[in-house]
């Protein structure tokens, strides 16, 4: 009999995590909501950032190549070629200093450089703002998750505290499922701020290293264009 009374008991005490859902206090289930919508969307950014990032250094990396392949007169002879990656672009921004470099005077020399030197500098800035895009997303995941959480944990234990104050019964059972939700509430807080802490940081080191590569990619330009003006004027 007593093994039985145990197991009943123990059985009670048993519950799911829907049937915990389903008895929470609706401010909890507020919370518990914004986490796991706040945790989707943040699965969804690191999902598109890791595609369009990898893909526009991809793409980029491959201009370069092709344009230190010696094959720049090729992209001068398209003009009117919509770029497709950051790398063509650059390109773009300065395609009229490029083909005018042949045919201007030494006194407009440095003019040409500092022109194409402000054109470039404004179109590795876009190229660093179309990337990223959505790293905002991150980065207020990861800083307010785990204060939702956390709210939605200090208004468990409210509750538990509640419970045993209108039934004068201080037991486990009582007590269990305010508390059950409040330790759910800061879990869904972790789980929803931990990765988009950890994808921040990484994507935000990607992107420096692409911003580094566009910098470098556009000071070599430069040095082409100078060297390209100087020898039409010799």
């Known amino acids: 009999m007593e093994e039985q009374a145990l197991s009943e008991v123990a059985s009670e005490a048993t519950f799911s995590l829907f049937g915990l859902l389903a008895d929470a206090d609706i401010v909890v289930q507020m919370v518990l909501l914004v986490l796991l919508i706040s945790s989707i969307w943040s699965w969804a950014v690191v999902a598109e950032k890791t595609f369009s990032i990898g893909g526009a250094r991809k793409k980029a990396q491959e201009f370069e190549e092709a ?7 090729e992209f001068e002879m398209r003009p009117g070629q919509a770029p497709n990656n950051a790398g063509a672009r650059l390109f773009a921004a300065i395609s009229r200093e490029w083909r005018d ?3 201007i005077s030494i006194v407009e020399h440095g003019t040409l450089v500092a022109r194409a030197e402000r054109s470039m500098r404004a179109t590795v800035d876009r190229e660093i703002t179309r990337v990223s895009g959505g790293l905002g997303v991150l980065a207020t995941i990861g800083s307010v998750s785990a204060f939702i959480g956390l709210f939605g944990t200090v208004w468990g234990i409210m509750n538990a505290f509640m419970n045993i104050s209108a039934k004068q019964d201080p037991s486990l059972a009582v007590v269990a499922g305010p508390i059950a939700e409040a330790l759910f509430a800061t879990g869904m807080g972790l789980v929803a701020a931990i990765p ?9 080191g990607d992107i420096n290293r692409y911003a580094d590569g566009l910098d470098a990619f556009a000071q070599d330009i430069l040095v082409r264009l100078s060297r390209r003006a100087s020898d039409g004027n010799s």
């Not at 344009?67 to 007169?73: E, M, P, Q, T």
């Open 196 to 204: 988009a802490v950890i994808f921040y940081n990484k994507f935000s």
């Open 101 to 103: 470099a042949k045919s």
């Open 67 to 73: 344009f230190w392949g010696g094959r720049s007169d």
